[in-house]
């Protein structure tokens, strides 16, 4: 019998097949006793897809009976036989799609995202559709429709959102990797909450073409994984230009870059655990308005301090720098947020889009009452609000200004620095409950990734580990985050495998 350790990376499944060890058919079979067994605890599954996960298993042992090399197999399908989850809003033709809302609840998928249709030439095996906050509203996976997603650290607590169950169900070893989709956090929150790698890439990088949209001029889809090195490869699988959506943008050069990265790891470091200097020393940004003691955990705070000496140890150079646009982040990303939210979702009416009893057009605000969730119905309401004459000055164009300011703060700070480490949340997993009464509570939940999203560059979370803390008796993950200019993912991946080397070193020491 094989066995599939609690996290698993895409080369332990892979090495399972190559050795002959299991078969694609008994990999899924393992994945679904555990999802089988863990979700009934912690809901990241919203359904399981068990006739496509067969028919894909079955599409994999073909190959491998094919007799080509595992080598050649594996160059050609980057994630052949890895079973994954995708969040509740990328689309899969004919099964259903709810967005985790009673008001899509039935909905059928006409057709299939190209982030899905990539995925699939790659041989990924999809197991099921995470939970999520509804319509991706929500720092917590409280707002869904479907039961909140619980953090599988401790199960009293948030494994955070919009993403929640795509995070939550990586650390707990349901699946290797998950897609999740970042508006202004969505991905890597959760990711830090959950002890997991999340990327958000450059606005523009992976095709949104059958994702439905939250704030269009903002959302991303990105993978959750164990490792940097997997995060890695999902990532060269997603990106690419896309002809069905004209916001995606060229990346031939980032590629070439992530394929010299990937051939690196290949070559040498995968295996190895010891910590050497830099042979890529970077100028590291310290933007200072991240770095409030007061608006960070202190424990959070002084495990960064920590990393930056590290890091500066083994050759890199830290910077300090300034955003100062920050304190105006929150209220950029929820004005221009709230806007795109309000027209994106006036088509969601209860005539198109829709399973629930049949309407007339003159009944669109009672179904639209009955079946859109709170948080749904504030942000229309926000976002009608702050694009609605004699408003529409005040608040959005003004957000658009400010948004403007921020690009051009980013660029400049990235003429000193090439890169920039910040913490990804100000707190550890909150207990649920703490924050649903208090809207505002929950938005300060992103003060450190809703920035990123309107200025377009990539960021990705790295676990610090789980840290001890005055929150909790057990200790609680927290993740850094890492931001590089639009299309410099490849720097966010170099610094994050260094990153990952001495939280595995700190943590074997402990
Ligand atoms: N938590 C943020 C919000 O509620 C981010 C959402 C997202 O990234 N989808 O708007």
Known sequence: MFKISKRPTIQEIHALYQTKKATPIQVVQFFYNRIKETNPKLNSFLRLTEDLASQQANNCQDILESGQT??????????????????????????????????????????????????????GIV???????????????ESSAYGTTKNPFDLTRTAGGSSSGGAASVASGQVVFSLGSDTGGSIRQPASFCDVVGLKPTYGLVSRWGVMPMASSFDQVGPFTNTVYDNLLVTRVLAG??????????SVDLIDQLEVIINKQNISHRHSTAVTKSIHPMRIGIPKE????????????????DLLLQLKELGHKLIEIDLPLTKYAVAVYYMTMGVE???????????????????????????????????????????TYASSAGYYDAFYNQAQKVRELARLD?????????????????????????????????YLS?????????????GLTVPMGLLKNTQSE???????????????????????????KIIKVKNLAV
Do not use: W
């Open 70 to 123: 595992f080598e050649s197999i594996i160059k050609q399908y980057p994630l052949f036989g890895i079973p994954y989850g995708i969040k509740d809003i990328i689309l899969i033709e004919g099964l259903e799609f709810t967005s985790a809302s009673n008001i899509l609840k039935g909905y059928i998928a006409p057709y299939s995202s190209t982030v899905y249709n990539r995925i699939n030439q790659s041989m």
């Open 474 to 500: 057990l200790p609680l993950p927290a993740g850094c985050q890492l931001l590089a200019p639009e299309l410099c993912e490849d720097r966010l991946y170099e610094l994050g495998l260094e990153i990952e």
């Open 127 to 141: 197991m099921g559709i995470n939970n999520m906050d509804q319509f991706a509203m929500g720092s917590s996976g």
């Open 241 to 250: 230009i896309d002809t069905n959506d004209q916001t995606t943008i060229e």
């Open 341 to 383: 939210v309000a027209s994106n979702l006036e088509r969601v009416d209860g005539i198109r889009y829709s399973k629930q009893e049949s309407i007339y057009a003159n009944q669109f605000t009672d179904h639209r009452s009955k079946y859109f969730g709170e948080e749904a119905k504030r942000r229309i309401m926000i976002g």
């Open 410 to 442: 980013f660029q400049k700070a990235f003429q000193k620095c090439d890169i920039m480490l910040t913490p990804t949340t100000p707190e550890f997993p909150f207990v649920l409950g703490t924050k649903t009464d208090d809207p505002l509570k929950m």
């Open 290 to 305: 991240f770095y409030q003691p007061e608006g960070v955990d202190p424990s959070i705070y002084e495990s960064l301090q």
């Open 446 to 458: 992103d003060v450190f990734t809703c920035g990123i999203n309107p200025v377009k560059i990539p």
